[in-house]
């Protein structure tokens, strides 16, 4: 045997010959087809292991009309949401064996999102997730690429497509709900950008769950998820008389506002208690220990994975389902009972 022909990747045949089976037979096993014998699929993966095969996916794409990779419109990937939704995204889809191309973009516009859904069609993606949290994302899907399945996370539920999202108002109200069995007689918010459908949902929890007490509504405080936004905002809150509970819409903006308080001299959880969003990893070690409501990015990637290979499979591309994810609430040590 030649150095050239001892260098040659093992192809289909190759498998075939060393399991003792037909061409076919093996094409059968590649595919999880059923009908093949339990002996007959363990002596072809035998010969898989064996060889080092691995199968040819641009051949069989252009044979299949499949290009078994999904393509993913992101934005502003440095936060902690969106980058942990496309890392969850991309896992379900390798688990579901499929590749992933990702477009993120900087600027959220229409032509933007256009640009990038038409970018990914040209590559012949099998389907498209759009991470839309931002209310022009999710407006811009009105220009989808037809014939291609497409599914948004933390998008518009009012609009035409598939979205699987966290529940929002739900983790804002157990955050304010925390707060208020603690008896703080209401409690402060510091917000998310107003563009954002997350923020949007933040806050209407949150005041939700004060009218259904029968509390006072303070104005919210403006933040732009950045821990330098969250610091403003603790300065503010700081000097105010009466602030005695804030529920910050992420981790970071409380990462900022617990600094401001320790600078002022604000004793937390003695004087004011704060409960965060997100959970991001480094929640558990801030000072003090923040106590925060937890999204399960893992669900949405594989909820959004789920639903995009069933339009798919059944070729309805123009299908409205909504899936929701409930947060879950993690008690910390950064809130405390009022102390009068």
């Given at each position: 045997m030649s150095p050239s022909q001892e260098r040659r990747s093992p192809v289909m045949a190759d498998v075939a010959r060393v399991a003792?089976?037909?061409?076919?037979?093996?094409?059968?096993?590649?595919?999880?087809?059923?009908?093949v014998r339990d002996e007959t699929r363990t002596r072809v993966l035998a010969a898989i292991d064996q060889l080092g095969y691995r199968r040819n996916l641009v051949a069989r794409a252009l044979v299949t009309r499949h290009s078994r990779t999904l393509g993913v419109v992101s934005f502003d990937t440095t936060?902690?949401?969106p980058a942990s939704t496309v890392y969850g995204i991309e896992q379900a889809a390798r688990a579901a064996g499929y590749f992933v191309s990702i477009v993120s973009l900087r600027t959220i516009d229409r032509a933007g999102v256009r640009d990038a859904l038409g970018y990914l069609a040209e590559q012949g993606v099998d389907g498209i997730v759009v991470v839309a949290p931002q209310r022009s994302a999710a407006l811009a899907l009105a220009d989808l690429p037809v014939g291609i399945p497409v599914v948004a996370v933390e998008g518009d539920h009012d609009g035409d497509v598939s979205v699987v999202s966290v529940d929002q108002v739900e983790?804002?109200?157990?955050?304010?709900?925390?707060?208020?069995?603690?008896?703080?007689?209401t409690v402060w918010h510091v917000r998310g950008p107003s563009d954002w459908l997350e923020a949007e949902g933040r806050v209407e929890g949150w005041r939700a769950a004060l009218s259904a007490a029968g509390r006072a509504i303070p104005d919210p405080v403006a933040g732009d998820w950045s821990p330098r936004s969250g610091y403003r905002a603790g300065q503010r809150l700081a000097e105010m008389a009466g602030v005695t509970a804030v529920f910050v819409a992420n981790d970071q903006m409380a990462l900022g506002l617990l600094r401001a308080?320790?600078?002022?001299?604000?004793?937390?959880?003695g004087r004011i208690s704060v409960v965060g969003f997100d959970d991001i990893p480094?929640?558990?070690f801030f000072s003090p220990p923040l106590t925060t409501v937890r999204q399960d990015f893992g669900a949405v990637g594989r909820y959004s994975i789920d639903l995009l290979l069933g339009q798919m499979e059944t070729g309805r591309d123009g299908?409205?389902?909504?899936?929701?994810?409930?947060p879950q609430f993690k008690a910390r040590a950064s809130t405390s009972r009022v102390r009068r």
């Open positions: 003792g089976v037909s061409h076919q037979t093996v094409s059968r096993v590649l595919n999880d087809h059923p009908n936060l902690y949401g983790g804002a109200r157990l955050a304010t709900e925390h707060l208020l069995g603690l008896g703080h007689e308080f320790a600078e002022a001299g604000v004793d937390v959880p480094e929640s558990e299908s409205r389902e909504r899936l929701v994810v409930p």
